[in-house]
T-cell receptor
């Protein structure tokens, strides 16, 4: 099955700093999603981005499908950005069944 | 106006008991999922239903039995609970693309924290 690796595993930032989170995957994908799990455990979908670039406020994401990686950019970080960021891809590169394989996550702590 | 809701939020029970977790979505989606998150935060899919039909059934002990009475509901019943079943169980839903067999953005419920003693 497809492998998903995220880096770095942990990240500590000062409020206001920018950061880039990376997700590498081992096969072609038709479905890639970024999620934020806040400290209360809620999983929130940030982007559905199998290819291309999207932006939502201070967050943006880019997926280069041909090179099998995706990047999540967080600008002007705030303490509310703390939590775990997950990248997830569909297990079957030739279809899209919704069977998401999750990376191990990047734990982000933003200090005031 | 919760999009994906789960009950109960917390479940503490003894080994050997049987318990159920319920999930409902009001997003009009046709596909629903169960995921398990272990103590190390690793998320793994367990089951998926599309229009009440089971389409994903991962290697899960047969003590776990999902049931989808309609497109908006997906329940999870667990028999003979074991210590290793302690985890957070998330329900999620998504919509199939209108023209292709493509699942779109998945929306997650708040999770059910199960502790087996």
């Amino acid at each position: 099955g497809i492998q998903v690796e995220q880096s770095p595993p942990d990240l500590i930032l000062q409020e206001g700093a920018n950061s880039t989170l990376r997700c590498n995957f081992s096969d072609s994908v038709n479905n890639l999603q970024w999620f934020h799990q806040n400290p209360w455990g809620q999983l929130i979908n940030l982007f559905y981005i199998p290819s291309g670039t999207k932006q939502n406020g201070r967050l943006s994401a880019t997926t280069v499908a041909t090179e099998r990686y995706s990047l999540l950019y967080i600008s002007s970080s705030q303490t509310t950005d703390s939590g775990v960021y997950f990248c997830a891809v569909d297990d079957d590169g030739s279809s899209n069944t919704g069977k998401l394989i999750f990376g191990q996550g990047t734990t982000l702590q933003v200090k005031p | 106006d919760t999009a994906v809701s789960q009950t109960p939020k917390y479940l503490v029970t003894q080994m050997g008991n049987d318990k159920s977790i319920k999930c409902e979505q009001n997003l009009g989606h046709d596909t629903m999922y169960w995921y398990k998150q272990d103590s190390k935060k690793f998320l793994k899919i367990m089951f998926s239903y599309n229009n009440k039909e089971l389409i994903i059934n991962e290697t899960v002990p047969n003590r776990f039995s999902p049931k989808s009475p309609d497109k908006a509901h997906l329940n999870l019943h667990i028999n003979s609970l074991e210590l290793g079943d302690s985890a957070v169980y998330f329900c999620a839903s998504s919509r199939s693309s209108q023209f292709l067999w493509i699942q779109e953005t998945q929306y997650f419920g708040p999770g059910t924290r199960l502790l087996v003693l």
